[in-house]
């Protein structure tokens, strides 16, 4: 099993819609999750941090985590076309500074 | 706002140079990463380092070396280009708990 997974897309919404992504992680005791965007050809920005379990909610995105199911997902609603990108999960390594990427879910969004 | 600042966005250089990239973050974060980026292939640990002198191997760091002199400067070595190396390389910081920051890129070209 991977460390971290994501599923690749494309995830196709049309404008308006909610588009939703997930990621599951393997390692129980991870405290923080991340999310970034990185458009094609660009650095990975980080848009979403989540700490704890519930929902945290930040303009048109909302980061949803459950520790106990091992999963963190992100919403996006109204989606734009701008919003088209790649979106990464990234979880830490319990021992250590470093974050585990998921491969990305590539979405696209469609006027 | 965290600034991690790469030193070329672009750089095309021959079989066999001694190639140097430079990273520069500006938060007094204590560790400080390598990672490559290739299409369909993610993410990938090079190096990364948690104190000043201080680095330890990522998931891919043959061919490649690094150097942390002071603090805010981490620097990649392609000790003898090869083709193979052509990609983008991202430079990333992180202080404690806190999300990671990558610097904008640099696409570097082995001829």
């Known amino acids: 099993q991977k460390e971290v997974e994501q599923n690749s897309g494309p995830l196709s919404v049309p404008e308006g819609a909610i588009a939703s992504l997930n990621c599951t992680y393997s390692?129980?005791?991870?405290?923080?999750f991340f999310w970034y965007r990185q458009y094609s050809g660009k650095s990975p920005e980080l848009i979403m941090s989540i700490y704890s379990n519930g929902d945290k909610e930040d303009g048109r995105f909302t980061a949803q985590l459950n520790k106990a199911s091992q999963y963190v997902s992100l919403l996006i609603r109204d989606s734009q076309p701008s919003d088209s990108a790649t979106y990464l999960c990234a979880v830490p390594k319990a021992a250590g500074n470093k974050l585990t990427f998921g491969g990305g879910t590539r979405v696209l969004v469609k006027p | 706002d965290v600034k991690v600042t790469q030193s070329s966005r672009y750089l095309v250089k021959r079989t066999g140079e001694k190639v140097f990239l430079e990273c520069v973050q500006d938060m007094d974060h204590e560790n400080m990463f390598w990672y490559r980026q290739d299409p369909g292939l993610g993410l990938r640990l090079i190096y990364f380092?948690?104190?000043?002198?201080?680095?330890e191997k990522g998931d891919i760091p043959e061919g490649y070396s690094v150097s942390r002199e002071k603090k805010e400067r981490f620097s990649l070595i392609l000790e003898s280009a090869s083709t193979n190396q052509t990609s983008m390389y991202l430079c990333?910081?992180?202080?404690?708990?806190?999300?990671?920051?990558f610097g904008d890129g640099t696409r570097l070209s082995i001829l």
């Open positions: 380092s948690y104190d000043v002198k201080m680095k």
């Open positions: 390692d129980r005791v991870s405290q923080s």
């Open positions: 990333a910081s992180r202080g404690g708990n806190q999300p990671q920051h």
